[in-house]
């Protein structure tokens, strides 16, 4: 799908009278994703820019003269500013006759929307973020494609580090070893910071890397994802560095069958919620109740939780084909350590493609 029928197919699902959507960015970080979504724009940051989207005509780009070679790649129309005043006055030739505004509400920060009160008073803004994450949960050929090279490059990674432990390694020593193979690769940069936890840190779903050393016996979590055009992976793997205990043995194992629950579980018509409660349940009667502590998975692409649904415990969307999800399911013991073992997958029309394929197996690094 093109960038022009994404920005169609926004107004065909929205249940509100919108003549057109303006999607604004502020200064980096505060960069709305779905400005890319619906540009289909590959580099850039698009620092103070705009797009306007209209249901039938082409879009509007505008754009400051630093992003003008970049936005060239889209087929909307180009609108190029060098200052405030500038800006302002195409926005307003852009919209001159509209009256029904839409904005994601989720994405525009406060001032901006304000600023934007104050150009167009006598029009009427209309929320359409809940719009805008629905459009984003279903992938279209282009967005899976470029995930599944974002996967590609994060199992090449997690196949390479069983080869570059080594006793005494810094946490942080993973962490850098893990984001340079990933640009090695062909990654853009890192979807999110990198975990790489040893020992008992493991057992802290969020903890990123410190200066612990690695030492025999220890579990090894590796948490990361590529970025790839834009568009996310996100994979972990849990290693043991030297002889698994039986504990150990256990955990892991637990984990893994729980992951093949949720595997069997996914598919179109099925509900969010209730593939996340059949892998708790299945963890929780094990010894290890209540040790779960974390939904089963999240949407993914060009945001890391991408397009507002998850395999979580309050989330009752039905899943659809093309729907991409991570599934990870973990078990976490504190002062102890923990077990996680993720993967991304596409959902297809008899079940799931799973899009990361890096050994489940556990993996002793002797």
């Not at 889209?74 to 302002?88: P, V």
């Not at 307003?92 to 009160?117: A, C, H, P, R, T």
């Not at 946490?171 to 990933?182: G, Q, Y």
């Amino acid at each position: 799908m093109d960038a022009k029928k994404r920005s169609e197919k926004i107004f065909d699902i929205s249940d509100k009278k919108i003549d057109a959507i303006i999607i604004k960015n502020n200064n980096y970080p505060f960069i709305d994703k779905n400005f890319f979504y619906f540009t289909g724009l590959e580099e850039g940051i698009f620092e103070g820019c705009a797009a306007v989207l209209f249901p039938e005509k082409n879009d509007n780009l505008i754009i400051s003269e630093l992003e003008e070679e970049s936005a060239k790649k889209s087929n909307a129309n180009l609108k190029i500013f060098r200052d405030e005043e500038t800006y302002i006055e195409i926005l307003k030739e852009s919209l001159s006759s509209v009256k029904n505004i839409g904005l994601n509400f989720n994405g525009i920060i406060y001032k901006d929307f304000i600023n934007l009160k104050k150009i167009f008073s006598n029009a009427r803004f209309i929320d359409v973020s809940d719009s805008f994450a629905k459009i984003r949960l279903v992938k279209d050929e282009i967005e899976i494609i470029t995930i599944k090279k974002a996967c590609e490059i994060a199992d090449k990674v997690m196949e390479e580090i069983p080869n570059i432990l080594y006793e005494g390694m810094y946490e942080f020593e993973l962490a850098a070893e893990i984001d340079h193979l990933m640009q090695k690769n062909g990654a853009n940069k890192t979807a999110f910071n990198t975990i790489s936890s040893f020992g008992k840190n493991s057992a802290e779903p969020h903890y990123t890397h410190g200066n612990v050393k690695l030492k025999k016996g220890d579990f090894v979590l590796c948490d990361f994802g590529a970025s790839y055009k834009k568009y996310n992976s996100d994979i972990t793997r849990t290693f043991i560095y030297g002889k698994a205990s039986e504990k150990q043995k256990t955990i892991h194992r637990v984990v893994l069958e729980a992951q093949k629950i949720g595997f069997d579980q996914i598919k179109p018509g099925a509900i969010a919620n209730e593939v996340h409660n059949a892998v708790k349940t299945s963890i929780d009667n094990t010894e290890f109740k209540d040790r779960f502590i974390h939904s089963l998975g999240h949407s993914i692409g060009l945001s890391v939780h991408d397009g507002g649904a998850g395999l979580s415990i309050d989330c009752k969307t039905e899943l659809e084909e093309n729907m991409i999800f991570t599934v990870e399911p973990g078990v976490y013991l504190p002062n102890y350590g923990g077990v996680r073992i993720e993967d991304d997958i596409l959902i297809k029309k008899d079940g799931i493609e799973i899009l990361t394929k890096a050994s489940r197996d556990l993996i002793e690094i002797q």
